[in-house]
């Protein structure tokens, strides 16, 4: 099941359920799909694949995080609460996070691999990590335990 097909049945889902929060944060999602997707015609593609539409929810995702921030610190929590929900259906289409110890073990396992030696192989490292965990691993927390490694 492709992540449009699971905007759809979530919409649908949500809208038979009367959850107004989920639908419009469902809707916000097909919105954004459908100017990622006409920002990629010029590109000659007609629907960006998963992959993109993973990178633009995650993108949405940290956009709503540093929402979240500003509101707390301007003393508005209902905002910060509706950013938060919003935060929570999103997630729940993208694939699970890899924990601290599986990060760590994908490093040893793309610095064997790449037979990287010090801190200037990073770049390689982080290529192989980008190519084979992507979808699961947050990469902005695996390049300070690459570093660490690497620094060894």
């Known amino acids: 099941m492709s992540l449009r097909d699971a905007f759809t049945a979530r919409l649908k889902q949500a809208m038979l359920a009367k959850d107004a929060a989920t639908v419009s944060a469902v809707r916000m999602i097909t919105s954004k799909l459908k100017d990622t997707d006409i920002a990629a015609r010029p590109k000659g593609i007609d629907a960006v ?67 990287a030696q010090g801190i200037k192989d990073m770049g390689k490292v982080m290529a192989v990590l980008r190519a084979k965990h992507a979808a699961a691993m947050d990469m902005s927390k695996a390049g300070p335990v690459v570093k660490a490694h690497l620094a060894m």
């Open 49 to 115: 694949p998963d992959e993109d539409v993973l990178s633009m929810l995650r993108g949405m995702v940290k956009s709503r995080r540093e929402s979240v921030e500003l509101y707390r610190q301007g003393n508005r929590p209902e905002l910060a609460a509706k950013e938060e929900a919003e935060i929570a259906v999103i997630e729940s289409f993208l694939p699970a996070q890899m924990d601290e110890a599986g990060i760590s073990e994908a490093v040893l396992a793309a610095i064997a691999e790449t037979g």
